[in-house]
């Protein structure tokens, strides 16, 4: 806790420490200064509006803008960070308003999501720590959801059999939903903006697209992993994700600090910073398609990870033989669906049948999630369960799971809310989408 940094308030014998999913970029040149003047400008804002800023020296109360850097300048070892860098072009995008240092709204991030959705011509990749968008419905103002429902439609009314949209993110919210109402009402924003709802992206595309499979242009991942504790008990966690990352066609990425949600999206909430890249190098793939170096390497790298290869290579690094994946094409069905959708689905299955009780599309309301729990800890207290378990999980390639889109489907995930209280209903939207 923060008052005894240093002391670990579980009992890591008992409780593995959740891993983390997370991408950042360095950036040099104009878009790194305009970096350090989002800075600046939040920071001068701060300074006049904030009473804490008053007892800084008066020096620092109130910052100039900065002078760009001659790289020559830099140390030897940052500039050793750049020695296998791209050249690309990059715009500095952001969330801001007059509460935070903005003049006006400012909703670029939200704007740049929207172009990268709309004129993607094969596929789009997608890792966000949250997915609640405008098809939960009226409440939530971002057209994330929307823009990938236009785009799959359009794909799937010009027969295009290879757009494809990936989306990897946390099975739940950080935290323990079983007993936090909070937590599992950004689940129901979620379920809602994916499947649950007349709304959602499925039922939308179900209805504008007769004889669609939704899982040929679609699908919802989640990352998980498992280990064994000193003590012999087997464990399991999500990895959660934490990236906000969006790369198209291996060409365009954004980078950044904004969730998909309202709160990060729409400018006047939560303040965001990211950054758009677009490749200026570009090589041939063996399918013939074009694709830029800086977002093809990046966009493999993971895939790559997720599927437990080596990042550099299409080689199981952890799996007997010599079992090889190509992830360089994510369009092709030999990618999509015979590699991601497949080993996810392999996987899956390995983890519901060694953690009865793990978040999964067989435990659809919270009395069978507790059930499941006591029947998982009795596995947990027998040694030739432990072993039988522990086999199945050696079978795991990777991390990467499908996302459970049927977990908790008949529990209402609704906060409870009495009557006269609206203005908290306004407020836990306000809050949690």
């Not at 409440?139 to 359009?154: E, F, M, P």
């Not at 365009?252 to 969730?259: E, K, L, R, T, V």
Request: neutral net charge; contains cysteine.
């Amino acid at each position: 806790v923060a008052t005894r940094p240093g002391v670990d308030s579980f009992d890591r014998t008992v409780h593995p420490r959740m891993p983390w999913q997370d991408v950042h970029m360095i950036c040099t040149g104009v878009p790194a200064q305009h970096v350090a003047l989002n800075f600046v400008q939040r920071w001068n804002h701060h300074s006049q509006v904030n009473e804490d800023f008053h007892r800084l020296s008066r020096s620092k109360r109130r910052l100039a803008p900065t002078a760009r850097i001659p790289f020559s300048n830099l140390p030897p070892e940052t500039q050793s960070l750049f020695s296998n860098g791209f050249v690309c072009n990059i715009q500095c995008v952001r969330s801001m308003c007059s509460w935070s240092g903005a003049q006006m709204t400012e909703s670029s991030i939200h704007n740049a999501y929207i172009h990268a959705i709309r004129n993607a011509k094969r596929y789009i990749y997608i890792e966000n720590q949250f997915f609640i968008s405008d098809t939960a419905g009226s409440d939530v103002k971002n057209n994330i959801g929307s823009a990938l429902v236009d785009r799959i439609a359009r794909a799937y009314l010009e027969q295009d059999l290879t757009f494809r949209v990936i989306i990897i993110t946390p099975t739940t919210p950080e935290g323990d939903f079983v007993n936090d109402g909070g937590i599992l009402e950004m689940m129901k924003w979620q379920f809602r903006t994916i499947s649950r709802s007349e709304t959602s992206i499925f039922t939308q595309l179900r209805d504008r697209c007769p004889g669609l499979n939704v899982d040929d242009y679609i699908s919802f991942f989640t990352l998980r992993q498992w280990g064994q504790m000193q003590s012999g008990l087997l464990v399991t966690s999500q990895i959660y994700v934490h990236s906000k990352l969006l790369i198209a066609d291996d060409n365009f990425c954004i980078i950044g600090s904004a969730n998909i949600n309202d709160r990060s999206l729409l400018g006047d909430r939560d303040s965001e910073i990211g950054l758009v890249v677009q490749d200026t190098q570009f090589i041939k793939l063996k399918s013939g398609a074009e694709v830029g170096k800086f977002c093809h390497s990046f966009r493999t790298k993971l895939c790559r990870t997720h599927l437990g290869l080596d990042p550099e290579q299409a080689r199981f690094s952890d799996a007997p033989g010599s079992f090889t994946a190509d992830v360089d094409d994510l369009a092709l069905e030999s990618v999509y669906r015979s590699v991601l959708r497949s080993v996810a689905l392999r996987n899956t299955n390995l983890y519901n049948e060694a953690f009865p009780a793990m978040e999964s599309n067989a435990v659809n309301t919270l009395a069978e999630l507790k059930r499941l729990r006591d029947v998982q800890a009795a596995l947990d207290t027998n040694p030739a369960q432990i072993t039988k378990r522990k086999a199945l999980l050696e079978r795991v390639l990777g991390t990467l799971l499908l996302f459970p889109l049927d977990f908790l489907c008949e529990e209402d995930l609704r906060p409870n809310l009495s009557e006269g209280a609206g203005m908290l209903k306004v407020f836990t939207n306000e809050v949690f989408t």
